[in-house]
């Protein structure tokens, strides 16, 4: 598979050092990168990683952009000029860097978190909280979806539900 899934939470160990999940290091190597480009997440205090086709995404990204517009400088200063490839060592560690621990607020564990296309790395409570989050919202769009999906918009029905969908 060359995608990153699952979520898994390992310790840094003495020398600042932290294991990359096998199945992550795995979608890297066929993506062909060599190392993990990392960079600290858009909005939120984790970071984004990942391997060439990320790259290729912030590439398709900002050449949507007109190249000297102050939006294309400052996301390429975001995405390029704050971001890091960090090396595997041969045990598939990586080291992280004080500033981007800092910015993930990364103390002595990691949580690695797959997203398809990309991972993130967090520290392990702020993910348990941001998964939490996640999952009360998709709750209330799957309820939405239903209501959609019952024929017609929430709201529509006589009586302010949702409503059958059917005009007689």
Do not use: C
Not at 61 to 71: F, I, T
Not at 132 to 145: D, F, G, I, N, T
Not at 146 to 151: D, E, R
Request: net charge negative; aromatic share 8%; no cysteine.
């Amino acid at each position: 598979m060359d995608r990153f899934v699952s979520s898994f939470t390992n310790k840094i160990d003495s020398k600042g050092r932290v294991s990359v999940p096998a199945t992550f290091r795995a979608a890297l190597a066929r993506d062909g990168f060599d190392g993990v480009y990392v960079y600290p997440a858009l909005g939120i205090a984790a970071l984004d990683a990942g391997g060439n086709r990320l790259v290729e995404e912030i590439n398709g990204l900002l050449d949507s952009m007109p190249r000297y517009s102050d939006e294309h400088d400052l996301l390429s200063t975001q995405l390029y000029g704050d971001s890091e490839i960090l090396k595997l060592d041969a045990e598939g560690r990586i080291s992280l860097t004080d500033r981007l621990k800092d910015w993930a607020g990364i103390d002595n564990r990691v949580a690695f978190v797959g997203l398809g296309h990309k991972f993130q790395i967090w520290e392990p409570d702020r993910f348990a909280q941001r998964q939490e989050e996640a999952r009360s919202k998709v709750r209330e769009l799957k309820q939405y979806m239903s209501s959609l999906s019952k024929g017609g918009l929430p709201g529509s029905g006589p009586d302010g539900g949702a409503g059958s969908g059917v005009t007689e």
